[in-house]
């Protein structure tokens, strides 16, 4: 029979942070307060700022470029809290953000492999990039004991000059041509929405996330019990390189395009997961609400600039910085998972 009180204690999980609950609150209570400035002060600064929050334009635009960020940071979720630190998540984005588009033009828009059109292929190919060079870091760290911030340091600069140098190899340029065809905000959407979900629920209703939550809190209980650590972080770390590659997959396909120049078209978007999932203190629901505020000031500093606000982008772009370090304060601490960063030998 079955619990009439399942359904509140589902609510009750995917809140079950007093921090989580503070940033929904807060959230809520900025969008509440801003959308009542501008009904009361429409042709003030604050209602052109109510205007672009609550436009339809910036909420594709920022379903877009959450993507990516939350994406990514639902992955460094697995990977952290099986004990490895996976800094490289900028990497695995600009990696599945070109293989993507190349793949998707090898086959060519309007054919198909096997009944798979051509966007799907390269959205897999995308996904298969990332994870493979997520299986790269793993063996690094894993097996042979690399310094975790190194090895994430060197996937992300492995990537941010492979991905532009294949471009010019293949393409002629550092940016690639349109394919002429997308896949649209709205996928992009969904992706993120079932992602978390699924997210929450593996880390929070399944044995695999009691061990992989062991294996970076207390590794050596988990190895007694007769589970492989080394296993569990394994998958932990593939599992960020299948999320990261669905992120970055969906930012270049969304536009039909990969543009390789300066940063590349990911613009730091992997470090500021890593911001998000730490802002959401591990939880995936707190990771999405801090990649959509990410993503949101991004596309709206886009929009006041286009209404003529001389706001330069560096200075919006640290608004989420400070956010995080002023909730943190008052709110409480990121609880780092204890043997995050720490190599582990099998006592077998």
């Known amino acids: 029979m079955r619990n009439p009180l399942s359904s509140t204690r589902f609510m009750e999980g995917l809140f079950e942070s007093d921090y989580v609950r503070s940033l929904v609150v807060g959230t809520v209570g900025v969008f509440a307060l801003l959308g009542l400035l501008g009904l009361l002060f429409p042709d003030s600064v604050a209602g052109d700022l109510a205007g672009i929050v609550f436009s339809t334009s910036t909420a594709t635009s920022t379903a877009r470029l959450a993507a990516p960020i939350v994406l990514a940071g639902l992955g460094g979720i697995f990977a952290e809290k099986s004990g490895v630190i996976n800094i490289g998540l900028e990497g695995l984005l600009i990696i599945s953000a070109f293989v993507s588009v190349y793949a998707a033009s090898v086959v060519g828009i309007g054919n198909a492999v096997l009944g798979v059109p051509a966007l799907a292929v390269g959205f897999l190919a995308g996904i298969a990039a990332s994870t493979l060079l997520s299986a790269v870091f793993a063996v690094v760290c894993i097996e042979f004991k690399a310094d975790q911030i190194i090895a994430g340091l060197a996937v992300w600069l492995i990537a941010l ?49 009691k061990h992989l939550r062991a294996a970076g809190e207390n590794p050596k209980a988990l190895d007694t019990v ?3 650590v080394s296993k569990v972080r394994y998958a932990g770390v593939l599992l960020s390189g299948f999320l990261s590659g669905i992120g970055g997959s969906a930012l270049a396909l969304s536009i039909g395009q990969f543009v390789g120049s300066g940063e590349t078209m990911v613009q730091g978007k992997g470090f500021i997961a890593i911001v998000a999932y730490l802002f959401g ?28 606000y001389a706001v330069p982008d560096t200075l919006v772009q640290t608004i989420p910085y400070v956010m995080v370090i002023v909730v943190l304060t ?19």
């Not at 532009?164 to 940016?175: A, E, Q």
């Not at 008052?330 to 077998?348: D, F, K, M, N, W």
């Open 161 to 209: 000059g492979l991905a532009p140098f294949m471009s010019t190899v293949f393409f002629g340029g550092v940016n690639t041509p349109n394919l002429g065809a997308n896949v649209g905000w709205l996928y992009s959407a969904i992706l993120v929405i079932l992602a978390t979900a699924g997210s929450w629920w593996l880390l929070n209703r399944t044995a695999f996330g």
């Open 226 to 228: 007769g589970v492989s």
């Open 281 to 308: 203190n591990y939880n995936p629901l707190g990771t999405l609400g801090a990649g959509a505020l990410f993503a949101g000031l991004d596309a709206i500093q886009i929009r006041l600039q286009q209404l003529g």
């Open 330 to 348: 008052l709110v409480g601490r990121t609880q780092i998972p204890e043997a995050a960063g720490e190599h582990y030998e099998t006592e077998e």
